[in-house]
């Protein structure tokens, strides 16, 4: 079976500092990758999704950057964190090349900026 | 492109009553649609989703969500409330490529 890990859980950085949230996915092969941002009372924003090693596509302009520099691993970074980037991140993974799209979610990371 | 609205923002209701949570979408192409569940602090849990077939689909924890093509609905529904049903439900729409795009999301209260 399939198993998504997130870390770390909780998070808290001043503005101005750089961020790095690592997520991994265990038990399957070239997943389809899913960065997703939750603020208070705004529903799920996609950030970045990614195919492939190396292959990302980003939804939203933004100072946060993502990589995937293994087949199983999706990392988000910032270099300089603001304010509004304050939120609880998720991690997703879908099956590839399928026609249902499901995304199975990590336990997120709440990331706090003061 | 596809959308997502969620109507109700809060829905209350109490233990032993029915569950309605609404969902409309719009999609230019045949919609997958799906019911995510998130309790606080938790990432999202899969309750049921709709690809082809059968219009009314059965899920975890005792939900089912009708697709009706011509009010563009996916209402979700349980017929008798429990406490451990309070949690936020998200709606989807599976948009172009692999991609989900989410509906704002309903806080559900069961009251004792």
């Known amino acids: 079976s399939q198993t998504i890990h997130q870390w770390p859980a909780t998070l808290v950085q001043p503005v101005g500092s750089p961020l790095s949230l690592e997520c991994t996915v265990e038990?399957?092969?070239?997943?389809?990758l899913y960065w997703y941002r939750q603020a208070a009372g705004r529903g799920l924003q996609l950030l970045f999704y990614?195919?492939?090693?190396?292959?990302i596509s980003s939804e939203v302009p933004q100072n946060l950057s993502a990589s995937r520099p293994q087949d199983r691993q999706f990392i988000l970074s910032s270099k300089k964190l603001l304010l509004s980037d304050s939120g609880f991140y998720l991690c997703?993974?879908?099956?590839?090349?399928?026609?249902?799209?499901?995304?199975?979610f990590g336990p997120g990371t709440r990331l706090t900026v003061l | 492109a596809q959308s997502v609205t969620q109507l109700g923002s809060h829905v209350s209701v109490s233990e032993g009553a029915l569950v309605l949570l609404r969902c409309n979408y719009s999609?230019?192409?045949?919609?997958?649609l799906f019911w995510y569940v998130q309790y606080p602090n938790q990432g999202l849990q899969l309750l049921l989703k709709?690809?082809?077939?059968?219009?009314l689909v059965k899920g975890i924890n005792g939900f089912e969500a009708e697709f009706k093509k011509s009010e563009t609905s996916f209402h979700l529904t349980k017929p008798s409330a429990h406490m451990s049903d309070a949690a936020e439900y998200f709606c989807?729409?599976?948009?172009?490529?692999?991609?989900?795009?989410f509906g704002a999301g309903t806080i559900l209260r069961v009251k004792s």
């Open positions: 997703a993974w879908s099956f590839p090349r399928t026609l249902t799209d499901t995304q199975y």
């Open positions: 038990g399957t092969s070239n997943p389809n």
């Open positions: 990614s195919v492939g090693i190396g292959q």
């Open positions: 999609s230019s192409v045949p919609p997958y």
């Open positions: 709709y690809t082809t077939g059968a219009t």
């Open positions: 989807a729409v599976r948009e172009y490529g692999n991609k989900l795009v």
